[in-house]
């Protein structure tokens, strides 16, 4: 069936590059997403990417699609402690009647 | 400001207590999703609505859960008997559907079963 793998921790240091890393394996994802939970609350969609792009990059988001390999990536340039928080890569595919698939998420610890 | 809306926001009962807990998803949209967050699992899928008819709840233990769309402004996620290892911060998140659709998360309902 479909699935959505990521590691479910990660440490940067402040000002540093953050990297989150996804894996998918609907051929057919035809929107994958990148959403985030801060503490406390629900999940906020950050932002998304269409499958015909290989790239989307929005202020210090930077946003990876290699759909030859499956593999999804959330960069996140100059990391602050506001950013610390829980980070779901999710997709979505056509003919799956709606259903979006989310992966366990990968909790963001900033360092200082 | 359309939301999806949660209650209760927090539930402690009893081992052996029933719990239901509600969700109103956003006005229009026509998928609901149940979700399961707990530090060690991540977040787990247990059901799936498409037009209040259940598409997939082979996520959701079906001994003791059971989960309903009685109209299109409600669902329930109902845990009869709970037991310790319930405890968790459930998610309802709603969206309009349609192929490109974002899913709209409530603020979750948090149980704790002692």
């Known amino acids: 069936g479909e699935d959505v793998e990521q590691s479910l921790f990660l440490s940067v240091r402040e000002g540093d590059s953050s990297v989150i890393n996804c894996t998918y394996t609907?051929?057919?994802?035809?929107?994958l997403y990148w959403y985030k939970q801060e503490p406390g609350a629900g999940l906020q969609l950050l932002t998304y990417?269409?499958?015909?792009?290989d790239m989307k990059q929005d202020q210090r988001l930077t946003v990876l699609l290699n759909k030859k390999d499956k593999h999804l990536s959330l960069r996140i340039a100059d990391t602050q402690t506001g950013d610390s928080a829980i980070y779901f890569c999710?997709?979505?595919?056509?003919?799956?009647?709606?259903?979006?698939?989310f992966g366990k998420g990968t909790r963001l610890h900033i360092l200082p | 400001d359309a939301r999806v809306t949660q209650t209760p926001r927090h539930k402690v009962t009893e081992m052996g207590q029933e719990v239901t807990m509600r969700c109103q998803p956003i006005?229009?949209?026509?998928?609901v999703f149940w979700y399961r967050q707990t530090m060690m699992q991540g977040l787990e899928l247990l059901a799936y609505?498409?037009?209040?008819?259940?598409?997939?709840d082979s996520g959701m233990p079906k001994d003791r859960f059971s989960a309903e769309m009685p109209d299109a402004t409600l669902a329930t996620l109902k845990i009869q008997p709970s037991e310790p290892r319930d405890s968790a911060v459930y998610f309802c998140?709603?969206?309009?559907?349609?192929?490109?659709?974002?899913?709209?998360f409530g603020q979750g309902t948090r149980l704790t079963v002692v």
């Open positions: 006005l229009g949209h026509n998928t």
């Open positions: 609907d051929s057919s994802s035809t929107y």
């Open positions: 998140a709603s969206g309009p559907g349609q192929g490109k659709t974002e899913a709209f």
């Open positions: 990417i269409f499958s015909n792009m």
């Open positions: 999710a997709e979505i595919s056509a003919g799956r009647d709606d259903k979006i698939i």
């Open positions: 609505f498409r037009n209040r008819a259940p598409l997939d």
